[in-house]
């Protein structure tokens, strides 16, 4: 396998496109578009997935080591237009997969061999072990702790609706490890193996009705010491990477209706709504579909300039910029589906997709402004880190953690 680390945009644009011409088949693109994927992952779509990481274009500014082509990041998005223009997956993913980024910036050489490959053609399903019933806005305030013991860490403690818990092999825990320094620095952050006696999970119930975030019972677990990322005590910074690429896929985008129904044209959805409720003549729905869309498109912007600066190392404060946009746009998107579908939006279940699909969209908008940290949270980052006002107060920021009061 050559790699193109000298080739100029345009060879590399013409390799690409070839490249998908050929493999990108009419059978392979009809059966993964056409599947509707939330947390399990097609054999179709793992096969798509390792054909695409030994082509060498899922990660291709990372370094040959580790799948990619170590080219720089602007060729690496001519590499996922092209792929986007097709609508072929599995591109894009040294700025979007959240677990390999996260391992391949902090893991250990053992870890990363183990788990790289794995994650990038989604054979290994993740979760993250962050919340506690204690501690989700502050989630430095967590009590689930890790001590070490030989070559293993020892975990006890609670978690709280963690998505995917119950199909994971493998979950981003951060655990405190030091009791006697204050609240953030005594933290590490792990891969800790979910298949095991110590985990027990238990599904909870969504506004959605369905169950895909779990509480996590946590009994003397078990973590290899080599499945620490970063330094022990260092597992803030870890996560604040972590949540910066959370932040970004969430910030692109949601997961799109429940029906089933697939729209047939390549309208903006909200214009085939109203198009098909014969509404789009009424001039103050037009204003605010254009407006939503308006939005949609500028936070699209917003996110590739995010996106661009992750890239460059830091963990950029307008990824929250983009959370919070989003977050307000879904919720909007879902509101607008009520109104131009008006009393039909009562209706739902199967033989009213798109009533079903409305008020679906709209419960499922509380997804964005909670996980990956609320909308207030995310104004907090942006008053503090982009528009430089006073920090919130802290008193709990400077003490020993053992000391801190609870209730
Ligand atoms: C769909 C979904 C999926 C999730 N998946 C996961 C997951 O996989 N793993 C995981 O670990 N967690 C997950 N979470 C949990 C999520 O990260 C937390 O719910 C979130 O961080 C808020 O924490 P909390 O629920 O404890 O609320 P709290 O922190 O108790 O907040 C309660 C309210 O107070 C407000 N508030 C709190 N602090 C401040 C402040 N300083 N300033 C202003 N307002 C404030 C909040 O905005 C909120 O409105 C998920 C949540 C949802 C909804």
């Known amino acids: 396998m050559t790699t193109t680390s000298n080739t100029n945009d345009e060879s590399l644009r013409q390799e690409v496109k070839a490249w998908l011409a050929e493999n990108w088949t009419q059978d392979i693109s009809k059966e993964l ?20 990481v030994e082509a060498r274009w899922a990660v291709p500014s990372w370094p040959e080591e580790w799948h990619g082509r170590a080219i ?5 998005s001519i590499i996922e237009r092209e792929f986007a223009k097709v609508r072929a997956p599995g591109a894009g993913q040294d700025r979007n997969n959240l677990w390999a980024n996260t391992l391949l910036a902090q893991g250990q050489q053992g870890l990363k061999e183990k788990l790289i490959g794995p994650l990038l053609r989604s054979e290994v399903n993740m979760c ?12 430095a305030g967590i009590r689930t702790r890790a001590d070490k013991q030989g070559d293993h860490y020892l975990v006890n403690g609670q978690k709280v609706w963690t998505s995917g818990a119950a199909t994971a092999e493998y979950g981003m825990l951060v655990a405190r490890t030091n009791w006697d320094v204050p609240k953030h620095q005594g933290i590490s952050f792990f891969f800790c193996p979910m298949k095991q006696s110590g985990i027990e999970v238990r599904p909870l119930k969504q506004i959605t009705n369905e169950s895909h975030f779990n509480e996590v019972f946590i009994t003397d677990a078990t973590v290899p010491a080599e499945n620490i990322l970063g330094a022990p005590g260092m597992g803030w910074q870890v996560l604040n990477m972590a949540l910066a690429y959370e932040r970004s896929s969430m910030g692109e985008g949601a997961r799109g209706p429940r029906s089933g129904v697939k ?9 085939n709504l109203a198009r098909e409720a014969s509404r789009l003549d009424e001039p103050h729905l037009r204003q605010q579909i254009a407006q939503a869309i308006a939005y949609k498109k500028l936070n ?11 890239s ?19 919720h909007e998107e879902g509101r607008l589906r009520t109104e131009i579908l008006g009393a039909e939006s009562l209706l739902e279940g199967a033989d009213h997709p798109r009533a079903e699909d409305a008020n679906f969209l709209s419960l499922n908008a509380y997804f964005t402004s909670i996980g990956g ?8 980052i942006i008053g503090e880190r982009v528009l430089g006002l006073p920090k919130e107060p802290e008193v709990d920021k400077t003490i020993a953690f053992r000391d801190v009061r609870t209730s």
């Open 33 to 52: 578009l056409n599947e509707q994927i939330y947390w399990e992952v097609s054999a179709a779509r793992k096969n798509w997935l390792k054909k695409v």
């Open 72 to 76: 720089a990041n602007e060729q690496a």
């Open 128 to 139: 993250l072990l962050y919340s506690e019933p204690g501690a989700g806005s502050d989630l």
């Open 263 to 271: 729209q047939t044209n390549k309208e903006e959805p909200l214009i």
């Open 300 to 310: 699209a912007l917003n996110t590739a300039r995010a996106k661009a600066d992750l």
């Open 312 to 330: 460059q190392g830091t963990s950029s404060s307008i990824m929250s910029l983009g959370k919070l946009a989003m977050s307000r746009i879904l």
């Open 373 to 380: 940290g609320t909308d207030q949270v995310q104004r907090n």
